[in-house]
Nanobody, 123 residues
């Protein structure tokens, strides 16, 4: 059993930066690839980024590539998403999730989910 807790969301101006975190309050993340998704009311949950269990492979959606960086610290049981050059369309609830699959882009490939942290990009 893995329990994930996201933190670090908030309100930021366009062009600004924010780093959000996902910590396992129960269980360990080392055996999982980890991913970030975002959810906007009325829209499907959107894949953002994923990182392999040891951090040596990362994959991003085209909409965030070059602006966002996913990383992890297995000793701290934590995954991060550094978001730079934020745009209003990046607004949403950001959820982290744990998967036993490599290069998991789909919700159905993830086994455990956090409850999310809200990121709002507005002037």
């Amino acid at each position: 059993q893995v329990t994930l807790v996201e933190s670090g969301g908030g309100l930021v101006h366009p062009g600004g930066s924010l780093r959000i975190s996902c910590e396992a309050s129960e269980g360990t993340l080392i055996s999982f690839d980890m991913g970030w998704f975002r959810q906007v009311p009325g829209k499907e949950r959107e894949f953002v980024a994923t990182i392999s269990w040891n951090g040596d492979r990362t994959y991003y959606s085209d909409s965030v590539k070059g602006r966002f960086t996913i990383s992890r610290d297995n000793a701290k049981n934590t995954v991060f998403l550094q978001m730079n050059s934020l745009k209003p369309e990046d607004t949403g609830e950001y959820l982290c999730a744990a998967s036993r699959y490599d290069k998991a882009y789909k919700e159905s490939q993830y086994h455990y989910w956090g409850r999310g942290t809200q990121v709002s990009v507005s002037s």
